[in-house]
């Protein structure tokens, strides 16, 4: 029972995280609009992410101060006062405070109830954990947009900012009583200065606004603190869990890399519509979704690889397909390879085998590898796009850190 109520608890916080992203991308516009801030949009969106990025290195020292309900009630009362802060935010600088402090809050939750699937759930009902989490995100993917726009225009962008607080409260609750009295082993922090420059270096790419040489510089100093919070090996992706966890950083630079970049290449170099372009976007997290629900039957090691290779190839042809139907093709086989290769993949990252770590390091490992490489995806990707070398330069890159992760699954 315990088991079950834990892992119900986490899909419905995976849940509550798709409602979270669509209604925060969704009502952007208008929070521009209303707060003044279409100069400043860098800083609404720099809040969220850099508490996150706080939160890491602070997670497993919380959690071992503070055991599982003294981090829930720290964790639920800051990401509140945050969401409620950013709701009443008369300027742009209050929005981002508000949501600096709710990502802070969800760096926090997040380590806690991934640390807790680890230490509660066997292997065989993680990857159903993790397949059935990533289904989660289809109904908000197609609806969730349409009824942010429906909502905000009936009671307002504050009000409807604070929708997803009623799935987060449900998902933490029934988390933290499967959870209850279990702690994880006393543990040798990590350099807390050394472990910051990473929200540092995620400062400096936010802030850069668009001039690559800030961005690339503080992406470089990302990977140095990335270097001091995973695993010793994660670098030279020595096999075991360093090995996924670096496949893990690969697959987010190239995935999330080419995602946040499609619909600029689609409109820009392929001339195709928005609406087009917007089709295209939702293919592959439609096939991630559906995908990993069949991935998770199958107890394969080669799925990663396979899955990786896939998603490399989808990405190449993307680029260097010309044309909106071999775009839409590829960029659904790029989603299919993540759906099979996904699930296995995580569960490598967060087996402990040799590393000694606890759960909380686990999980604050394998948030790290997938949060950095999406910023690093992002960041550089563009940089590059923004020279002389442009998009099909960066989705070359991207297809490279996909079959290199691919390598490293295996």
């Known amino acids: ?75 639920m009362t800051a990401y509140l006062g945050g969401l409620f802060l950013a709701a009443a935010a008369r300027t742009a600088w209050m929005f981002a405070l508000g949501q600096f402090a709710a990502g802070l809050a969800s760096g926090l939750l997040a380590v806690f109830g991934i640390s807790s699937a680890i230490r509660h759930l066997d292997d065989r009902l993680r990857i159903r954990v993790v397949a059935a989490s990533s289904a989660m995100w289809i109904v908000p993917a197609l609806v969730g947009p349409a009824a942010t726009l429906g909502l905000e225009h009936l009671v307002g962008w504050r009000w409807t900012l604070l929708l997803p607080i009623p799935f987060v409260l449900f998902g933490r609750l029934l988390v933290v009583r499967a959870a209850r009295g279990s702690v994880d082993s006393p543990e040798a922090p990590r350099p807390l200065l050394r472990t910051l420059t990473v929200p540092l270096g995620a400062a400096c790419v936010v802030f850069s606004s668009g001039f690559w040489p800030v961005a690339l510089a503080g992406a470089a100093i990302t990977v140095v603190g990335m270097i001091a ?81 896939l998603t490399a190839v989808g990405t190449a042809l993307v680029a260097f397909g010309g044309s909106f139907a071999v775009a839409l093709a590829a960029w659904t086989v790029a989603g299919i390879g993540v759906g099979l290769a996904y699930p296995g993949l995580y569960i490598r990252a967060t087996t402990a085998n040799s590393t000694g770590l606890t759960a909380a390091e686990l999980a604050t490992a394998v948030i790290t590898a997938e949060c950095v490489g999406q910023l690093l995806g992002r960041a550089v990707g563009g940089a590059l796009s923004s020279t002389g070398t442009g998009l099909l330069a960066s989705y070359a890159l991207f297809a490279v850190a996909l079959a290199t992760a691919a390598i490293a699954a295996r």
């Open 1 to 75: 029972m315990t088991g079950a109520r834990l892992a119900a608890g986490i899909v419905a916080l995976e849940f509550a995280a798709a409602v979270t992203g669509f209604v925060a991308s969704t009502l952007l516009p208008v929070v521009a609009a209303d707060l003044d801030g279409r100069d400043s949009l860098a800083l609404l969106i720099a809040g969220s992410t850099l508490g996150l990025f706080v939160a890491l290195p602070l997670a497993s020292r919380v959690l071992a101060r503070l055991g599982p309900r003294g981090t829930l009630a720290a964790g």
């Open 229 to 309: 919070i995973l695993p010793p090996g994660t670098a030279r992706l020595r096999p075991g869990t360093p090995a996924a966890l670096g496949a893990m950083v690969l697959f987010a630079i190239g995935y999330f890399g080419a995602d946040s970049l499609i619909t600029v290449l689609l409109t820009s170099v392929f001339q195709v519509s928005l609406g087009q372009a917007a089709i295209v976007l939702s293919a592959a997290p439609l096939g991630w979704a559906v995908t990993s629900l069949v991935a998770a039957r199958f107890t394969t090691t080669c799925l990663p690889a396979v899955g990786l290779s």
